[in-house]
Antibody
Framework: EVQLVESGGGLVQPGGSLRLSCAAS????????MNWVRQAPGKGLEWAAY????????YYADSVKGRFTISRDNAKNSLYLQMNSLRAEDTAVYYC????????????????WGQGTLVTVSS | SYVLTQPPSVSVAPGQTARITCGGN??????VHWYQQKPGQAPVLVVY???DRPSGIPERCSGSNSGNTATLTISRVEAGDEADYYC???????????FGGGTKLTVL
């Protein structure tokens, strides 16, 4: 069974940093491209970042570019999101989501999602 | 940047057909994907590449895409179909994923 389990969320002050993790199991993690998608309370879905299977290609939403860094450790079956210079508008549930192989090295679609971890940016 | 437009809400009686639209400039030239999200749960992929269904998704869910509109169709709607539905594409001109604003499906 495919499992994606996020962790690392919590309350952080504006300007602070946080590192999210996503532990993957039940599939060959190194064969899948991965993403972070977020959802502010009561709002819609917003894609944040993408990383290719070997970590050589990353894409970011304009809203997080320059502040967030996506990375992965295939040996540990783990995905990460380093979030710096956090703002109130970054408050959201953050989901890790899998892109199936064969997309052509871009986030075509998301076929499995974790349950999410809540990040709250507030003083 | 590319914009996807969905109606905020759609209501349908049980057993009827629900159609949820997703509008975008020449969206027919893009691969469109649809997600269902129930309250407090993670999204679930229900249709990919406009009209393909992942395993486990009932045949009652189908999709189409042409011109400036993609459509998710749910036949013989059940109470359990009540959820938010999002369309999504990859915009190669900006290297960004784009989601529609979401449509709340209410089963009357």
């Amino acid at each position: 069974e495919v499992q994606l389990v996020e962790s690392g969320g919590g309350l952080v002050q504006p300007g602070g940093s946080l590192r999210l993790s996503c532990a993957a199991s039940g599939f060959i993690f190194s064969s899948y491209e991965m993403n972070w998608v977020r959802q502010a309370p009561g709002k819609g879905l917003e894609w944040a970042a993408y990383i290719s299977t070997r970590g050589s290609t990353m894409y970011y939403a304009d809203s997080v570019k320059g502040r967030f860094t996506i990375s992965r450790d295939n040996a540990k079956n783990s995905l990460y999101l380093q979030m710096n210079s956090l703002r109130a508008e970054d408050t959201a549930v953050y989901y890790c989501a899998r892109t199936p192989p064969g997309s052509g090295w871009y986030p075509s679609y998301f076929d499995s999602w974790g349950q999410g971890t809540l990040v709250t940016v507030s003083s | 940047s590319y914009v996807l437009t969905q109606p905020p809400s759609v209501s349908v009686a049980p057993g009827q057909t629900a159609r949820i639209t997703c509008g975008g400039n020449n969206i027919g030239s893009k691969s469109v994907h649809w997600y269902q999200q129930k309250p407090g749960q993670a999204p679930v992929l229900v249709v990919y590449d406009a009209s393909d269904r992942p395993s486990g998704i009932p045949e009652r869910c189908s999709g189409s895409n042409s011109g400036n509109t993609a459509t998710l169709t749910i036949s013989r709607v059940e109470a359990g179909d009540e959820a938010d539905y999002y369309c999504q594409v990859w915009d190669s001109s900006s290297d960004h994923v784009v989601f529609g604003g979401g449509t709340k499906l209410t089963v009357l």
